[in-house]
């Protein structure tokens, strides 16, 4: 009796922890994976990879503009 695949090793599995999960962390997950060949898994490691550094890039604007703006409202309360 063959042994059941893991379900986070499955095509959609890995899709799911890397695009809505885990992001960059499921890497090894889809490297381990034997549902993608590898330029699957070269292509989908750029894809997540440049969403991450999109995705950061928000991050920092908006603490960015979110410190400016104490400021502000630190100096209108003085």
Known sequence: ???????????????VLLFFV?????LPLLYKSPKFSLLAKILLTVVVLGVTLVVTNMLINS????YTQM???DLLLK
Not at 1 to 15: D, H, I, Q, S
Not at 22 to 26: D, K, N, S, V
């Open 71 to 73: 400021q502000q409202l």
């Open 63 to 66: 603490l960015k503009t979110l």
């Open 22 to 26: 885990l992001g960059p962390l499921a």
């Open 1 to 15: 009796m063959p042994e059941k695949e893991k379900w986070y090793l499955t095509a959609p599995g890995v899709l």
